[in-house]
């Protein structure tokens, strides 16, 4: 039996130690101010880092949601059309969902990954890879 521990243990000490972390996932809340009939994403650049995504994923996954056009001027989006804070913040919680989260452990440190044409969730975690949709 403690031949089994000591493999255990060993185990346990090859594994990344972001597994063990307890701590949740908070990325900044969007900062959206409706000037006319545009709407700007004013920490645009600050959720992209939090989030590790490309830029242009997450903008083509927003315009589509929102079904409007968009596009990037320095560190804010700026929207066609009057999109309010909460809808940006729901939107952002279903594409942590869909393209951030692991669904295995929880855990937000993935990385999507293309291979043919079939993306993936890889997450440094745990080592689990899920296919997603494409945006």
């Given at each position: ?20 972390e307890k701590s949740r ?60 804070r909460?809808t ?14 692991c669904?295995e ?16 969730l ?7 890879r ?6």
């Amino acid at each position: 039996m403690s031949n089994y521990e000591e493999l255990l243990k060993r185990a346990r000490e090859q594994l990344p130690e972001k597994i063990f972390e307890k701590s949740r996932f908070e990325p900044p809340k969007p900062d959206v101010v409706i000037e006319g009939n545009r709407s700007f994403f004013q920490n645009w650049h600050q959720v992209v880092t939090a989030l590790n995504r490309d830029e242009n994923h997450l903008l083509k996954f927003l315009t589509k949601e929102l079904a409007t056009s968009a596009n990037i001027e320095g560190q804010r989006a700026v929207f066609a059309g009057k999109h309010f804070r909460g809808t940006m913040i729901d939107l952002l919680n279903r594409y942590m969902k869909e393209y951030v989260i692991c669904p295995e452990c929880g855990k937000p440190d993935t990385n999507l990954i293309k291979e043919d044409r079939i993306n993936f969730l890889v997450c440094e975690a745990c080592g689990a890879r899920t296919s997603v949709k494409s945006v």
